[in-house]
């Protein structure tokens, strides 16, 4: 019995303790910069925050609340985030059910399989791509951050695998009652794919809330940038100018806190939806891996 | 029997086909771009043709050498520590039998995979900073050395680079180990039980063995990231003072495009990249095949 032993023990109370602080470093830099927003301006220009607020205030987040901009962007990755998982989810259920079948029973299944999968080995770069937004006229509209990523070919393989799972009996069942292809996806599969479905759900959600590049690339208009990408512009290019400062607040905001409490509140959504969804996407991420 | 009609099959796949053909196929098409000096205002039928003028360019510049060596470097670095912490701490996590304990850890160390690199370039900048962030304050108190250039000095910007990327996805990268481990035979270790092996025993004929084939695929399949050293990362990281051992392919390629206007050069050097890359992924996939039978789908 090795659990009785003094070394293992030993080892055990270490090797606890060492995770601990491991697991405890991936979110300290998160914590301090909670600590950086809720601190007054002289403590946090003058780097004496380390994991506590001095001088507790929530001036930084009153201003960060009452920026137009900044409530504006939220919007913008809002309504990205729906309407580009609603469109990702959609496309990838419609071509996951038919690609999931032998090539016996769909003809050129091969043949579409191999079109999806190219695209995830080669793409012809930054610039040819920015041509081909600007001729169908894509710059500077919403549309450009939810349509060129609509068909996620990798979401749309882990749910052609999970569909794979499913008993051959009750697509059996549902056709010879009569149901077409259709109807067999809509009522046998996705009630059953629903954890899967969970799983492509949250990588797709947490993509389009933190994608910022697309944002940055193609749209001119700053009030049209979702979260991520007017953070971008905020926090590592340190551009202050949507924010109107006048003499009375400078006295008593520093753009350090009024950064650290944008960061903060960009992490937020994310921080709160993935332990809640933790055992889809160990699912979800294992499904895609593992097979016989 | 009579067979089914696939119509709908091909009714359903139409509209990620169309898509696909639209924002993935015409943008292949593009690359002709990089035989050609392109100007925007003449379009890709207006502009003259330069031949492999693009490619000579770009191989007889030394920047563009240098950011590929670059990219080679740090994605080569990334790619090892990437498959070696994750391993190593998947067998640490074993040994944790309290559920609760192990879960909150698992929990916690998840959480930098799930934030972007805007917010962590934000968050790293700010407490790596020479000029008093967190953690020069804390090695000054600590340890009593002078600040370390972790974001200014081109060294320690590729050591920060290597990092920071094992300390965001490390503990994601511990999941499909721990899915291994989660089948691993429970009778295996009671017979070395029974056989008095020791723990440490126990885990090098029976623990790792079985995780190998896992770490074969992650290690396999990651290498046609060989030239994907991250360009989120880079991109939100990096500035002047550290181009020259910093700069990667992919922001060579944004800045040679979008912020000089060399468009011929930036679509050579992506074809490049493309190119090799797409090389590097079918062997790995093919390796992987052969070497554990992994294949997508």
Redo the contacts between chains.
Sequence with gaps: ??HK?LP?RV??VC??I???L??????L??W??LA?SFSAKAAAD??LV?LWPVNFTTIAYEKTLNNPVFLGSIWVAVKRTVIGTLITLT?AC??A???S?ESR?????NV??W???F??????????????IQK?QLVNSFWVLV?????N?WL??LL??FF?GVPKELEEAA?IDGA???RT?FSIYLPVSLPALATLGLFSI?FH?????DGL?YLNDKTDYPL?TF??TV??QRDMSSMSFNPKEMELLSQ?TV??SQ?FL??LP??II??FL?KY??KG??L????E | MKRIKDWPFHLMILPSLLFLIVFNYVPMLGIVISFQDFKPWLGITGSPWVGWDNFKLLFERQDSVQVIWNTFIIAGLKIVFNLLVPFIFALLLNEIRKAYLSRTIQTLVYLPHFLSWVILGGILVDILSTDGGLVNRFLMSMLGIDPVPFLSNGNWFRFTVVVSEVWKEFGYGTIVFIAALANINPSLYEAAEVDGASRWKQTIYITIPALLPMAVVVGTLSLGNVLNAGFDQIFNLYNALVYEKGDIIDTFVYRTAILEGKFGIATAVGLFKSVVSMVLIVISYRLAYKLANYRIF
């Design positions: 019995m090795y032993t293992y080892f055990n090797n606890t060492i995770l601990l491991v697991a405890i470093c991936c979110v830099p998160v301090h910069v950086v003058g780097n380390s496309l419609l071509a059910y038919p690609l079948k029973a769909f003809r050129g299944r579409y399989a079109i999806f999968v695209t995830m080995i080669f793409n012809g770069g930054l610039v040819p791509f920015y041509v081909v169908l349509l060129p990523g609509a068909v070919v749309t393989i052609l695998n794979r056709l077409g292809h259709f996806m947490v809330w933190n994608s910022w590049f690339l991520a953070l971008q926090i590592v350090t950064r650290a960061i960009g992490a994310v921080m993935y332990p933790q996407f160990v991420l294992v895609g891996s593992v097979k």
